[in-house]
């Protein structure tokens, strides 16, 4: 089969015909349909992250057809459509035995640790599969497992309320999903972006106001936007230094900043900033399986919708990548093998 492996930092994917990969007992093996391309890839490529060995198959959004179970799979059929939840979670670590299995100490991740989707087959673990309705096209499905997951998490776990008033910091497709998902909890939303095409699409999915970072100063806009107290949680997407420190300046007394971009190099700031104003700085990443299949049925229903702005050929992979650094992709890229 056909698959895109990272071989060395800072090159592009490699495309290279590989071997179908064998299951065990506890496996399944999955044609994929779709595969969304996620910021994290572009950080594995940059060696700001480190993947689990070389050469790896990127891809953490899986989604695609069973093909094959193994022997002590009883329950799922060839041909089901499924998204891979890609955290290989051990479940008996002690964070898994408390219902934090985003926090698993013995976790492998696909596409991460582990071979990922920008390959025609993949496998996992049977157990990582979640069955997607008929209703979510593959390319939906995919983006909803890191994506999706992650902000569903965020946004559940910093207790998102009506008495919110939310910065979005970063509009692409965590962003997207991020708006639609704390716009249910009665918050107010704002959306701040460097792209007006970005934000015009916050606009029209129902952000209260939107701010330019290019063009405007994101603290004075949003302290005006929120009669001078300034927000009470902002999602960073993100993560430079600038925006980092707007975050943290943009915050009311109390507030909360919670980091979901990945952090490519260090960040100072003043601390008696954060001390003075009892702000609270939270990292975020990964999900619970249980809220996966919330949002899935949220996707079903029509309450949220993925946005799934491009699709391209695995033999295109380095072209989607190249896209997105570019901040060329509104909403998610997706890979078709
Ligand atoms: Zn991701
Ligand atoms: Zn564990």
Partial sequence: MKAARLVRFGKPLELVEVDIP??????????????????????????????????????????????????????????????????????????CRIGLEEQCTASTMGGFDVEGGYAEYAKMPARNLIELPRSISYEEGATLTCGGGTVYHAIKSAGVNYEDTIVVYGFGGLGILALQVAKLTGARILVVDISEEKLALAKKLGAHGVINGLKQDVVKETKAMTDRKGASKVLEFVASQKTLEN?????????????????????????????????????????RRWELEELVQL?????VKPIVS?????????????????GKIVGRAVIIP
């Fill in 22 to 95: 064998k299951i065990g007992n506890h496996d399944a093996l999955i044609k994929i349909k779709a595969c969304g391309v996620c910021h994290t890839d572009l950080h594995f490529q940059d060696g700001t992250m480190k993947p689990g060995y070389f050469p790896i198959t990127l891809g953490h959004e899986m989604a695609g057809q069973v093909i094959d179970v193994g022997g002590e799979v009883d329950w799922l059929k060839k041909g089901t459509k499924v998204i891979v939840d890609y955290q290989y979670v051990c479940g008996r670590c002690h964070n």
């Fill in 299 to 303: 996707v079903k229903a029509g309450i």
């Fill in 247 to 287: 975050s943290l300046r943009m915050l009311n007394t109390g507030g909360r900043l919670i980091v979901l971009g990945v952090l490519s190099k260090s960040f100072q700031t003043n601390f008696n900033h954060l001390m003075t104003n009892k702000i609270q700085v939270e990292f975020q990443g990964g999900y």
């Fill in 310 to 326: 491009k699709c391209y050929q695995l033999k295109d992979v380095n072209k989607a990548l190249d896209e997105l650094r570019q």
